[in-house]
């Protein structure tokens, strides 16, 4: 069955840099693009953008140019996001997600981001 | 993009049937007919109940359902159980090629 497993959670520094992984089994990786997902406590999922695993394309939401980079290795069907000087409003849960046909089938099990001094 | 209006919560007793409006514009709900609903219960991931405002994935419960009118999207959820008690996401396709959630409702089963 399809899985989307991510990486544990993070405490960091303010201005450190985190990278999440999310490593897919269940289909053929590069097949459907990765979105990912911010969800603040208490607050609704953002969209923060997309990679094409085909082309290698990265579309970013307003708000998450810059600081957010997506990317990914085949060898290892696992899809990143590095997010670079955090700042304490990064705090959220990063969810991957797959898309299919206009609609987020499948989602990892989300991964907390803590920045904290 | 503004994030789409749903009610901050709603209730039911068991067996009760509610509904749960997504208001967004002619740029998001209004224009395309992808959108998709979200059901999240504390600590979890959220799963897929609806997509392409009608369809329910393999292995969801055919009391949920979903409809459109203009702008406005519906979930609705007959014969309340209490394991439906959670918050509830919608989402849609907009016109400058970005995915926009709404702001989310919480279920209580009372």
């Known amino acids: 069955q399809v899985q989307l497993v991510q990486s544990g959670s993070e405490l960091k520094n303010p201005g450190a840099s985190v990278k999440i992984s999310c490593k897919t089994s269940g289909y053929t990786f590069t097949t459907y693009g990765i979105n990912w997902v911010r969800q603040a406590p208490g607050q609704g999922p953002e969209w923060m953008g997309w990679i094409n695993t085909n082309t290698g394309k990265s579309t970013y939401a307003q708000g998450f140019t810059g600081r957010f980079v997506f990317s990914f290795d085949t060898s290892v069907n696992t899809a990143y996001v590095q997010i670079s000087s955090l700042k304490a409003e990064d705090t959220a849960v990063y969810y991957c997600?797959?898309?299919?046909?206009?609609?987020?089938?499948?989602w990892g099990q989300g991964t907390l981001v803590t920045v904290s001094s | 993009q503004s994030a789409l209006t749903q009610p901050a919560s709603v209730s039911g007793s068991p067996g009760q049937s509610i509904t749960i409006s997504c208001t967004g514009t002619?740029?998001?709900?209004?224009?395309?007919?992808?959108v998709s609903w979200y059901q999240q219960h504390p600590g979890k991931a959220p799963q897929l109940v609806i997509y392409?405002?009608?369809n329910r994935p393999s292995g969801v419960s055919h009391r949920f359902s979903g409809s459109k009118s203009g702008n406005t999207a519906s979930l609705t959820i007959s014969g309340l159980q209490a394991e439906d008690e959670a918050d509830y996401y919608c989402?849609?396709?907009?016109?400058?090629?970005?995915?926009?959630f709404g702001g989310g409702t919480k279920l209580t089963v009372l």
């Open positions: 002619s740029s998001d709900v209004g224009g395309f007919n992808y």
């Open positions: 392409e405002v009608i």
């Open positions: 989402n849609s396709y907009t016109t400058i090629n970005t995915w926009v």
């Open positions: 997600v797959r898309g299919v046909s206009w609609k987020f089938d499948s």
